[in-house]
């Protein structure tokens, strides 16, 4: 069965700083990859998403980044980051394009300070 | 795009049943999912239905009509550690998203 790894589990970053947040896969191959982010008390918000390496999908214009060097392997990063960049931040996958439910890595809370 | 919608909280007793609504505007639907949040943890996996009619699993049970956009997750038996954020995700070609959540607490 797959798992993934995200780390840290938790994170406090000052303003303008960078991050670089990594998910790991193992178990399966060329999942489809997303990162959500969670504020406090609220839903999860799309971030990216990538059906293979080198492709990624961003669906809020923010100063996030992306990218999947390799098939397992997918990055959230930031050269500086803001207040509002505060959350909890999952990273999921799912095996098939339709008819299987995505699993979660049990995320990083990042506090930017 | 898609809009997803659903209640932002909801309260009930023990033992009783909660029934959570989920309606949905999607160009290309390709699966709805429900999922079950614990406060500071990952979203766990509930349900899934990509054809119209109830699917039962357990005290869950969930339901779809496709044409109406519209889905709802039903809670039976509720117990304590059913107290709980609960999540209605669309699955959009490749795209999975989810709802805002709705915050399930059950009393005594």
């Known amino acids: 069965s797959q798992t993934i790894h995200q780390w840290p589990a938790t994170l406090v970053q000052p303003v303008g700083s960078p991050l670089s947040l990594e998910c790991t896969v193992e178990g399966t191959s060329n999942p489809n990859l997303y990162w959500y982010r969670q504020a406090a008390g609220r839903g999860l918000q799309l971030l990216f998403y990538s059906v293979g390496i080198g492709q990624i999908s961003s669906e809020v214009p923010q100063n996030l980044s992306a990218s999947r060097p390799q098939d397992r392997q997918f990055i959230l990063s930031s050269k500086k980051l803001l207040l509002s960049d505060s959350g909890f931040y999952l990273c999921?996958?799912?095996?098939?394009?339709?008819?299987?439910?995505?699993?979660f890595g049990q995320g990083t809370r990042l506090t930017v300070v | 795009g898609q809009n997803i919608d659903q209640p932002t909280e909801m309260t009930a007793t023990e033992g009783a049943i909660v029934q959570i609504n989920c309606t949905y505007q999607?160009?290309?639907?390709?699966?709805l999912f429900w999922y079950q949040q614990h406060a500071g943890e990952a979203p766990t996996f509930l349900s899934y239905n990509v054809l119209d009619g109830l699917e039962e699993k357990g005290r869950f049970s969930s339901f779809l009509s496709r044409s109406k956009g519209y889905s709802y997750l039903l809670l039976k038996e509720l117990q304590m550690k059913d107290s709980a954020s609960y999540l209605c995700?669309?699955?959009?070609?490749?795209?999975?998203?989810f709802g805002a959540g709705t915050t399930v607490t059950v009393r005594a």
């Open positions: 999607t160009s290309g639907f390709n699966g």
């Open positions: 995700a669309v699955r959009e070609a490749y795209k999975l998203s």
């Open positions: 999921a996958l799912d095996r098939d394009r339709t008819n299987t439910e995505a699993f």
